[in-house]
């Protein structure tokens, strides 16, 4: 019994240190070039694939890509082509497949150099699983590894298998969904589709929104003039210009009376009503009082990057408070006083802020730690932002000393 174990093991190791050697050998096989030809020397210098190409590409997936006169093939680390140089581009093998084209066309070729499907399509795209899209006269549709077409290539579009297992198709201004057999899961009806996410998809019908599971059910019912995807089990739905919630069972949890709603953020979501925001929890319950502006007026400030929204995030979220800004935790105590111009997400623990048009940065206690000072300055990214000061622009780390200019 020990040794047949200690056979084991032994076989095991084997199969390790060849598959090392083969990965170890296909890295320290690097393109060379000799005059105006090219090809492949090990570590040592030693040619190992001869110089008679007129480009060549590193190894990827135990092939590579080679060029003769103006045509492209494979060859494998021995230097033999598993393709003829023919082909007027070729794309690297994924999952087992690559790309090539010929004469305007374009098909699929396994790691033996066989075409699995004919070189006739317009368009490939790349494997998703274990379907590619294609495209042809304008149509479109999905060929299997084996080269069939499980679909007709009939589509106006369609997109990839989001979640591996269906995937959406147009044909004459209307949307539906496929399984990975081809099959209709959906009649083509839908005027607007999204991908499935977490199981559901988003689905338009006769101007009003709505959301399907991968089995075609309506779960939520296409009666909304807009709809969401859930965000802590719950979804953000629209009626009449109001804002309310639906759980997954497509039963309304938060009444839809809102004048604006956000989505969930840890377990908490911004509502307004009139001119005024607040926070909800997902019972619907008022949690931090509807008293806070509700106009995003300064919300862009001239600024490249994002400010600060308006969720929940590491317990703290971006008030607006008569004109003025800052965060509140989730018992509303002002945790940075809301009296700047504008502030933005904290990143590396520190938001940047703004006060009389200068920059500053402020941490999660409130303490102003870098003053504020500057004429612009960028968020910490790495530990380091950008700002400027009377003309001059240099880096800053997260102690506000300069870094580098």
């Known amino acids: 019994m020990k040794k047949n174990v200690f056979l084991a093991f032994l076989f095991i190791g084997l199969l390790m240190q060849m598959a090392f050697s083969q990965n170890k050998n296909e890295k320290e096989l690097r393109p060379f070039q000799k005059y105006d030809k090219w090809g492949f020397v090990d570590k040592n210098g030693k040619i190992v694939i001869p110089l008679n190409y007129d480009y060549v590409y590193p190894f990827s997936d135990g092939l590579a890509q080679v060029q003769l006169n103006d045509k492209y093939g494979f060859v494998d680390k021995n230097g033999k082509e598993i393709t003829p140089i023919k082909y007027d581009e070729v794309w690297d093998f994924s999952d087992g497949l690559a790309i ?10 396994d790691k033996n150099g066989k075409e699995i499907t004919p070189i006739k399509y317009d368009v490939a795209d790349p494997f998703s699983g274990d379907l590619a899209r294609t495209q042809l006269n304008g149509k479109y549709g999905f060929v299997d590894k084996n080269g069939k077409e499980v679909t007709l290539i009939k589509y106006d579009s369609t997109w990839d298998f989001s979640d591996y297992s269906l995937a959406w198709v147009e044909l004459n201004g209307k949307w539906g969904f496929v399984d990975r057999n081809g099959n209709l899961v ?26 399907i599971d991968k089995s075609g059910k309506e779960v939520i019912s296409i ?4 709809v969401r995807n859930f965000s802590d089990g719950l979804a953000r739905v629209k009626l009449n210009d109001k804002y309310g ?17 956000w989505d969930f953020s840890e377990s908490l979501a911004r509502v307004q009503l009139s001119d005024k925001c607040g926070f909800i929890d997902k019972n619907g319950e008022v949690v931090i009082p509807i008293k806070y502006d509700g106009d995003n007026d300064n919300d862009n400030d001239n600024d490249d990057e ?12 971006k008030v607006k408070l008569n004109g ?8 509303n105590n002002a945790v940075i006083p809301i009296k700047y111009d504008n502030v933005w997400d904290f990143s590396d623990g520190l938001a940047k802020v703004k006060l009389n048009d200068k920059y500053g940065f402020v941490d999660k206690n409130g303490e102003i730690v870098i003053p504020i000072q500057y004429d612009n300055a960028s968020r910490f990214y790495s530990g380091l932002a950008s700002v400027r000061l009377n003309g001059e622009k240099f880096f800053i780390n997260t102690n506000g000393m300069i870094v580098m200019d």
């Not at 083509?188 to 959301?211: R, T």
């Open 245 to 261: 919630f639906v759980d997954k069972n497509g039963e309304i949890v938060i009444p839809i009376k809102y004048d604006d709603a």
């Open 324 to 331: 003025k800004y800052g965060f509140i935790d989730k018992n």
């Open 306 to 317: 994002c400010v600060a929204r308006y969720i929940f995030l590491d317990g703290l979220t």
């Open 100 to 109: 090539v084209k010929l004469n305007g066309k374009c098909g699929f070729i």
């Open 186 to 211: 959906t009649p083509i009806k839908y005027d607007g589709v999204s991908n499935f996410l977490d199981g559901l998809a988003i689905v338009k019908l006769n101007g009003k929104w709505g959301l």
């Open 223 to 226: 009666k909304y003039d807009d």
